[in-house]
């Protein structure tokens, strides 16, 4: 029996979440699975993955084959390079001790990247945010502009409009009297 690890989905059609699983090569994509190792969520940014790594480094130990998609997310968690790790120490041509070391100083670099990674994101979005903001603004500045505008022409017209109005009657007045 050939065991792979891959992804099932659950969710609906446009906001799909996959659980990471071992199962038998020949079972079906969302059929049954020996074993639960994780989630992968895409939707997020970036995509979220929750994933027990002990169980995942037992699980390529023994022989479970991942498939592109898991092997990358494997990857991404440190898993595949803690198997190249491990396997060194099996051969005898590294210590277990300095395997650790190598393993925790790839784990910071990789927190590391991540962080500023999101911190650009975070700080384009806020930029961004900022422009549409100004935009908006200036927007809003051009239009109460042109509604003062039309309002003074309309008080100048509606004030214009009964200076000639009094005027016409103060003449039918003059030639009622000059009569």
Sequence with gaps: MSVKIRLTKRGRKALAIFDIVVTNSKAARDGKYIEKLGQYNPNTHPASIVL???????WIMTGAQPTDTARTILSEAGIMFRKHLQIGVNKGAITQDAAD???????????????????????????????????????????????????????EAASAAPASEEAAPAAEATETAAE
């Excluded at 027990?52 to 037992?58: M, P, R």
């Excluded at 990674?117 to 200036?138: I, Y």
Aim: aromatic letters at 4%.
């Design 52 to 58: 027990n790594d002990q169980k995942a480094f037992e």
């Design 101 to 155: 070391k190598k393993l925790a100083e790839w784990k910071s670099k990789k927190e590391a990247a991540k962080s500023s990674a999101k911190g650009s994101l975070e700080q384009t979005k806020a930029a961004a945010r900022k422009a549409r903001l100004e935009a908006e603004a200036k927007v809003a500045a051009t239009r109460a502009e042109n509604i003062k505008l039309k309002t003074l022409a309309a008080i």
